[in-house]
């Protein structure tokens, strides 16, 4: 019989078959990549024309590429696409031509001090094309004539995106952001991706409290076409968390939403804690992933982001080091594990009214002391059930018992839920 894979071995092999695809924020990569994680969770796939107006940006044109290199006089490939997606500018224009390496070192990009790792670089905005390659690739060029060619095409198409929504008990929503615009970068996005997709499968296994929306989009244009789209119906995301970089060997660290006070900075500092795990709480600011799209003043949602090591925070950070091997099945399963104890927090996380609350309700006949008997944390489960009582004049909800109490927040919910099923409170 064959050994049952963990989730994070799951994960791992979902970002080794997505890894080699070259993706940009337009493109067929974007679409094979959707089509890969269709897979696993079914998606509505929205296409989005060219010269869309969104916000107070515009769709781009899309971009697809077929083959690049640069070849020596004999032939020889010194620079292949095929070899890696990385090798290429993002959203190189085609070209086609023969020149000298003085003339081709101004369109070529190295990293001195990583003199064995190609670089990622981008030019989406402005009409350009380059390739990336290696610092000692281009030492080891000697002066001469090179060919070289980008077969690509930018032209009128579309911009794609998905969702994946795990109904709730509630319509008011919870959103989940990840990238899919990033070629061959193994943390940075797909691992985040990884966990998206597993997390959705893990909410789908139960009946969630909060509507689940997960949105699967490009940097930047994605989720400002996203909230363009949706700005009518935006009154119905109540919390928010952006997942990036979350496969890496380093420490979690959750960046706070713009509020710095919203119910999941709340949740996230709180899960985070109370599980002992090393991590860092950063302040927002409005550079970073697309919580800054979903915090900009106009929508101010309560979004944070989770990552492990943030961005460009380790010298892997969009480079060729970002392999698989960088990510680990250990540290995506440790993520996820993380976003689930946080999530089964915030889905529970009710405000009470106490019907009693004139003196201290008499539990013993109502059988909620019997309930406790025999049970190792007795005295912690009596505490709860009088801190519930207490603090439930509406105003207070079941995270701040736990924090004003210093007790479990499992405790505090499983004695709310035995006082509001013996009739002595209501949500």
Same mark, same amino acid.
């Given at each position: 019989?064959?050994?049952?894979?963990t989730?994070g071995?799951?994960?791992h092999?979902?970002?080794?078959r997505?890894?080699?695809?070259?993706?940009s924020?337009t493109?067929?990569?974007?679409?094979a990549t959707l089509k890969i994680?269709g897979?696993?969770?079914? /998606?509505?796939?929205?296409e989005?024309?060219?010269?869309?107006?969104?916000?107070?940006?515009t769709?781009?044109?899309?971009?697809?590429i077929?083959?690049a290199?640069?070849?020596?006089?004999?032939?020889n490939r #010194?620079v292949?696409?095929a070899?890696?997606?990385?090798?290429v500018l993002?959203?190189s224009?085609?070209?086609?031509?023969?020149?000298p390496?003085?003339e081709?070192?101004?369109?070529?990009?190295?990293?001195p001090?990583?003199p064995?790792?190609?670089?990622?670089?981008?030019?989406?905005?402005k009409?350009?094309?380059g390739?990336?390659l290696?610092?000692e690739?281009?030492d080891?060029?000697?002066?001469?004539?090179?060919? #070289?060619?980008?077969?690509?095409?930018?032209?009128?198409?579309?911009?794609?995106?998905?969702?994946?929504?795990?109904?709730?008990?509630?319509?008011?929503?919870?959103?989940?952001?990840?990238?899919?615009?990033?070629?061959?970068?193994?943390?940075?996005?797909?691992?985040?991706?990884?966990?998206?997709v597993?997390?959705a499968?893990?909410?789908?296994?139960?009946?969630?409290?909060?509507?689940?929306?997960?949105?699967?989009?490009?940097g930047?244009i994605?989720?400002?076409?996203?909230?363009?789209?949706?700005?009518?119906?935006?009154?119905?995301?109540?919390?928010?968390l952006v997942?990036?970089?979350?496969?890496?060997?380093?420490?979690?660290t959750?960046?706070q939403?713009?509020?710095?006070?919203?119910?999941i900075?709340?949740?996230?500092?709180h899960?985070?804690a109370?599980?002992?795990?090393?991590?860092?709480?950063?302040?927002?600011?409005?550079?970073?992933y697309?919580?800054?799209?979903?915090?900009?003043?106009?929508?101010?949602?309560?979004?944070?982001?989770?990552s492990?090591?943030?961005?460009?925070?380790?010298?892997?950070?969009?480079?060729?080091?970002?392999?698989?091997?960088?990510?680990?099945?250990?540290?995506?399963?440790?993520?996820l594990?993380?976003c689930?104890?946080?999530?089964?927090?915030?889905?529970?996380?009710?405000?009470?009214?106490?019907?009693?609350?004139y003196?201290?309700?008499?539990?013993?006949?109502?059988? /909620?002391?019997?309930?406790?008997?025999?049970?190792?944390?007795?005295?912690?489960?009596?505490?709860a059930?009088l801190?519930?009582?207490n603090?439930?004049?509406?105003?207070?909800?079941?995270?701040? #018992?736990?924090?004003r109490s210093?007790l479990?927040?499992d405790?505090?919910?499983?004695?709310?839920?035995? /006082?509001?099923?013996?009739?002595?409170i209501?949500?």
């Amino acid at each position: 019989m064959a050994p049952m894979t963990t989730a994070g071995e799951e994960m791992h092999a979902l970002v080794e078959r997505l890894y080699p695809l070259c993706r940009s924020i337009t493109g067929d990569g974007v679409r094979a990549t959707l089509k890969i994680v269709g897979e696993y969770v079914p /998606l509505q796939v929205h296409e989005v024309p060219t010269g869309t107006p969104v916000l107070d940006w515009t769709v781009p044109q899309e971009w697809n590429i077929r083959d690049a290199y640069i070849a020596d006089t004999a032939g020889n490939r #010194v620079v292949d696409f095929a070899a890696s997606s990385l090798h290429v500018l993002g959203y190189s224009v085609p070209v086609s031509q023969t020149m000298p390496l003085a003339e081709l070192r101004e369109h070529l990009h190295t990293l001195p001090d990583h003199p064995t790792w190609v670089p990622y670089r981008t030019s989406y905005y402005k009409p350009e094309w380059g390739f990336c390659l290696a610092q000692e690739t281009l030492d080891a060029l000697p002066d001469g004539e090179y060919e #070289v060619r980008v077969d690509s095409t930018l032209a009128d198409g579309y911009l794609t995106y998905a969702e994946h929504v795990v109904p709730g008990q509630v319509p008011d929503e919870v959103i989940v952001s990840c990238h899919v615009c990033h070629p061959s970068l193994a943390n940075d996005n797909l691992a985040g991706i990884a966990v998206a997709v597993f997390l959705a499968r893990a909410l789908a296994e139960q009946t969630p409290y909060y509507t689940y929306r997960f949105i699967f989009a490009p940097g930047t244009i994605g989720a400002i076409t996203w909230l363009a789209r949706n700005a009518e119906r935006i009154d119905r995301v109540k919390h928010g968390l952006v997942l990036a970089c979350a496969g890496d060997p380093g420490q979690l660290t959750y960046k706070q939403s713009r509020r710095g006070d919203a119910e999941i900075d709340r949740v996230m500092r709180h899960v985070l804690a109370a599980s002992e795990r090393p991590h860092r709480v950063a302040e927002f600011t409005p550079y970073g992933y697309d919580e800054r799209q979903f915090c900009s003043p106009g929508f101010d949602l309560g979004v944070g982001s989770l990552s492990r090591t943030p961005y460009a925070g380790y010298p892997e950070y969009h480079t060729s080091a970002d392999n698989l091997d960088f990510v680990s099945p250990e540290a995506m399963a440790d993520t996820l594990a993380l976003c689930r104890e946080a999530f089964a927090v915030l889905d529970r996380n009710r405000r009470y009214l106490n019907l009693s609350p004139y003196g201290e309700p008499q539990l013993g006949r109502r059988g /909620l002391y019997d309930a406790l008997g025999g049970r190792s944390d007795t005295k912690q489960a009596q505490m709860a059930m009088l801190w519930v009582l207490n603090l439930s004049d509406g105003e207070h909800s079941l995270l701040d #018992v736990a924090e004003r109490s210093g007790l479990p927040f499992d405790t505090v919910a499983a004695a709310a839920g035995a /006082l509001h099923g013996a009739g002595l409170i209501k949500a």
